[in-house]
């Protein structure tokens, strides 16, 4: 018997039909946190990305290769990544220096850790006026087939490098090869400079745009067609402009009339350019199944940062370039289509279960406990069968430049500079990481973000004040809305003699800031709602939550206030010396902290107080403490391990009863170490630093594998088999 159903055609064609017919719309990443710093110039199908950045402490140029949200610098000498193949291969070249009048530049080739020098097919002639012996590696295939263009005082060319040999090919100037070996770029043809293709045994000439006029080519793609830029016009309204030549033809993209070229299509025949705007500024484009959008319009509403130009496009749809803010500082991006290609994979495994039923019925298998649990439970009855694992994304590209603080459950994430970074900047700045994109808070109001609500309300620090002749403060500072202030003192300094500072350590969704102050005077907490100061029975605050319950210390004992009264948490040892400290809360009221323990030898330990008792968790030796709890009773915090130094730090996952190194729970990540955990939301994601080659750390944060959004999709898909089974029952199945 076989049942015929007819919902699969119809929600594939549906699927189909409104994927190809919607208006692409792209979600933006920035590579790079640190304004005109870097930017990117290739990317392959897997996502990898190669392009320049320059060290904002030295000012020196450098290549990075940006895989799966990690930007690593590549090894010197190389200074600039110009093309990445499919399977990793980077091309690029070393800096440009003169030494004693000789000026020479190198080609590099980057794989699997190691750097290679790409030989010059030329030299120079030392009579030369002066000297110079340059080469640039500008294209790379999967077989590792290099093309660059190479030149000396008196011979310059395109050249092939492949299996150790130099093949100085016949064209001018070279621009990308493809996997079948053929190199696009351009040459002369009698008195024209031409587009060229060079397919292995000859060079076809492409010809212009009109007879006659210059044309150039930057990409080509694995079936031959190859984009770039042309002459066009006469008089006022002659430009250059966006082609591509397909099926032996050369056609014009797009009706633009101020100079614009086509830099990049993929094998789908997407292309990406710039167009020149009237102030000289660039504007993107992607052309499309016969259609050019402007990709500015294709971000959503009023995104903060605007698009400048558009280097490449991989088979994915993924696009690079250049965003920038109404400031003018400027940074390298990643656009990817929305929603993701991973995320409708997920959905399409489901629809491929629905396939499966439409085949001859025969006794049929039970599902699989995982899939039964996502149509029970949801994809975390799923997770919890499973060891928790964790993907690394770094929220900031630069080392040693800022510091993540809290997370709330949408997945904003805030923070600030670090102290060397603010340092060398002469200023402090918070940020707030949003969707992939990392926002620097007003600058004259925040210098750190220590919280944020389930709303968006921020608290932290605001900048370094005069408040008189070689004086200095900090105050608390709040954001909200776009809109940032300073937040009223409670217990204001003496002004003759200022010193001390305030925080604000907390926020709740309904905006009631937890504000410490620390003045010579003693420290003293207090809140802040509605234009009321609520003094705490309390020396210091960590942590408020939505009913507006405050863990924090006192006397050296951990305390929760709660609708007026104090609640002593309690201790984990009788000794006189015993103390215990507050870190974080949860709705629920469950504290986290550390707390003095052990026999003869004491040391610092993680504590959870929950039903009314203190209770130490884990099983760690050496001191360790909890730092944050999320609503699932996940905690995370640090330790030290025997023979740490008082800088080494390690952090660590205490869930379901089981406490786990966060280090041993990363997916995909070897070498990376993490350093601290600052907060966990709901969703089980942890922000904190992640470090490698010892004290190289970055911004990091870590996402349960598989993440929430795709296990959502493969759900959505397996909830359709659910309802094609109930369907198939009342048909008799």
């Avoid at 850790?113 to 030329?122: D, H, Q, S, Y």
């Avoid at 293709?197 to 210059?214: K, P, S």
Wanted: glycine fraction near 14%; proline fraction near 5%.
């Amino acid at each position: 018997m076989v049942f015929r159903f007819h919902a699969l055609p119809a929600l594939l064609m549906l699927a189909l039909a409104g994927a190809a017919a919607a208006t692409p719309q792209y979600r933006l990443t920035l590579l790079d946190p640190a304004p005109n710093a870097s930017s990117a110039n290739a990317i392959n199908s897997r996502g990898e990305i190669a392009g320049d950045w320059r060290d904002p402490l030295t000012g020196v140029q450098r290549a990075f290769a940006w895989r799966s949200g990690q930007m690593s610098v590549l090894p010197e000498p190389m200074a600039t990544a110009r093309a990445i193949s499919g399977q990793g291969h980077i091309a690029g070249a070393t800096n440009t220096v003169t030494v004693e009048g000789f000026t020479f530049r190198n080609a590099t080739l980057y794989y699997q850790g190691e750097l290679r020098t790409v030989p010059n097919p030329f030299s120079a002639d030392p009579q030369g006026a002066p000297p110079f012996e340059v080469n640039t590696a500008v294209g790379v295939n999967s077989a590792g087939t290099v093309v660059g263009n190479a030149g000396a005082n008196r011979r310059t060319s395109a050249y092939l490098f492949a299996n150790q040999a130099l093949t100085v090919l016949p064209m001018m100037w070279s621009s990308a090869i493809n996997e079948q070996g053929q190199v696009a770029g351009r040459t002369f043809f009698g008195n024209s400079e031409h587009a060229a293709l060079y397919d292995g045994a000859r060079v076809i000439d492409l010809g212009a745009l009109e007879q006659g006029r210059f044309s150039n080519a930057s990409d080509l793609n694995d079936h031959g067609w190859v984009v770039g830029s042309s002459t066009y016009g006469t008089g006022p309204g002659q430009h250059t402009h966006s082609f591509v030549y397909r099926n032996g033809q050369m056609q014009a993209i797009g009706d633009w009339l101020t100079d614009n070229q086509a830099n990049a299509v993929n094998n789908d025949g997407a292309v990406v350019g710039t167009v020149q705007g009237p102030s000289g500024q660039g504007s993107p484009y992607l052309y499309q199944g016969g259609l050019v959008y402007d990709l500015n319009t294709l971000l959503g509403p009023d995104p903060a940062l605007r698009l400048v130009s558009a280097a490449d496009i991989n088979d994915a749809g993924q696009i690079i370039g250049q965003a920038c803010d109404t400031a003018g500082a400027c940074f390298a991006a990643l656009l990817t289509p929305v929603p993701e290609p991973a995320a409708w994979g997920m959905l399409a495994a489901g629809l491929g279960v629905l396939a499966w039923l439409r085949r001859p019925r025969r006794p049929r298998p039970r599902l699989s406990r995982c899939a039964a649990a996502i149509l029970l439970g949801g994809a975390g009855a799923c997770a919890m069968a499973s060891p928790a694992r964790y993907s690394l994304t770094l929220l900031d590209g630069v080392a040693r430049a800022s510091v993540p603080r809290a997370i709330n459950n949408a997945g904003v994430v805030v923070g600030g500079m670090s102290s060397d970074y603010g340092q060398m900047l002469g200023e402090g700045r918070a940020f707030m990481w949003k969707a992939g994109q990392m926002t620097w808070l007003p600058e004259l109001d925040m210098s750190m973000a220590l919280a944020v609500s389930e709303r968006g309300h921020v608290a932290g620090i605001g900048q370094l004040t005069s408040v008189g002749p070689g004086w200095f403060e900090l105050h608390a500072a709040s954001y909200y809305e776009g809109k940032a202030g300073a937040v009223p003192e409670a217990f204001p300094g003496d002004p003759a003699r200022p010193s001390g500072y305030t925080a604000a350590q907390g926020v709740n969704s309904s905006g009631t800031l937890l504000v410490n102050s620390h003045r010579p005077g003693g420290d003293h907490a207090y809140t802040y709602a509605g234009g009321v100061i609520t003094v705490l029975p309390m020396d210091t605050a960590a942590a408020i939550n939505d009913a507006g319950q405050v863990a924090g210390a006192s006397g050296g004992r951990a305390v929760l206030y709660d609708r007026g009264r104090v609640i002593d948490l309690g201790l984990l040892s009788s000794a006189p010396s015993a103390v215990a400290v507050a870190r974080g809360m949860n709705e629920a009221g469950a504290v986290v902290g550390g707390a003095t323990y052990g026999g003869g030898a004491l040391h610092q330990h993680s504590f959870l107080y929950e039903g009314g008792r203190m209770r130490a968790i884990g099983s760690l030796e050496g001191d360790n403490a909890a730092v944050a709890v999320n609503n699932r009773g996940d905690v995370v915090g640090y330790f030290s391990k025997a023979g740490d130094g008082p800088a080494d730090r390690h952090s660590y996952l205490y869930s379901g009863g089981v406490q786990s190194d966060l280090d041993a729970l990363l997916a995909d990540a070897p070498g990376w170490h993490i350093a601290s955990a600052a907060d966990i939301n709901d969703g089980g994601q942890i922000v904190g630093l992640a470090c490698r080659n010892g004290d190289l750390c970055y911004s990091a944060l870590l996402s349960p594998v598989p993440e929430p959004a795709s296990w959502g999709m493969l759900a959505a898909g397996m909830g359709a088999v659910a309802l094609a089974r109930g369907r198939l029952r009342q048909r008799g199945g």
